[in-house]
């Protein structure tokens, strides 16, 4: 599988965040996104997402066997979690491996593996900052994506947590997956590149 950005120029509000914007990714690879507030990270995430029409550009995925575009291939976990708050995290992930598909670890296996098993079924409402993310990313177990594209993946969460997410995202680059992480901090796994925004490419 390969990931190919060509050119890409993102407006907002009529201004220029980011233009000409080129790298390319394959399969078992991470690249992280650095560089100021402001800088673009997220808007280049959630163009990827499709969530945001690029100004101009390219993005294409070669080698995975179907038509299914990148939207359609990716996980993306945002600055905000997504959770509703009168659902339980069971019910949560219930819900999103029905939308999604693609079934991976049944929604009791992922919240096992988040460490989250004991506030299954407490309203998202209750859960602290950091359970709060680690429900966001136990989406990624629940459904099968090729593509993660994660916006400060770890922010919030404790050592302990770092070091799970760290295993998951390895053992996913071994399964010829594909990670695109903004980040402030180090993201505590290995990335092949990093693209920082806001100056020349
Ligand atoms: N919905 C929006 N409408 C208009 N402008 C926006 C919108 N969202 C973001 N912007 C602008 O786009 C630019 C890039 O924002 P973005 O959130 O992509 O940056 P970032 O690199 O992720 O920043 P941070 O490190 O603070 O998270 C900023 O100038 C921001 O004000």
Not at 111 to 133: E, W
Not at 180 to 199: C, D, K, Y
Request: proline share 5%; with cysteine; aromatic share 4%.
């Amino acid at each position: 599988m390969r990931l190919t950005v060509a050119d890409l120029d993102c407006q907002r509000s009529g201004r220029f965040v980011f233009s000409g914007l080129s790298f390319e990714l394959g399969g078992g690879e991470a690249l992280a996104l650095t560089g100021r507030n402001g800088a673009g990270k997220s808007s280049l995430l959630q163009i990827l997402a499709g969530l945001l029409q690029p100004a101009a550009g390219r993005i294409a995925v070669d080698g995975t066997g179907d038509d299914l575009t990148l939207p359609e291939l990716a996980h993306y976990v945002g600055h905000r979690d997504a959770l509703k708050p009168a659902l339980t995290p069971l019910e949560s992930l219930a819900f999103w491996q029905a939308m999604l598909g693609e079934p991976a670890m049944t929604p009791d296996e992922a919240l096992d593996r988040m460490s989250l098993d004991h506030a299954a079924d407490l309203p998202c409402a209750y859960l602290s900052a950091g359970q709060r993310r680690r429900l966001a990313l136990a989406r990624l177990l629940v459904s099968r994506r090729p593509v993660w594209l994660l916006d400060e993946p770890t922010s919030a969460l404790d050592a302990a947590s770092q070091e799970v997410f760290a295993g998951l995202v390895a053992a996913h680059l071994a399964s010829d997956g594909l990670v695109i992480a903004a980040t402030h901090v180090p993201l505590g796994f290995e990335a092949a590149r990093t693209l920082r925004l806001g100056e020349p490419t």
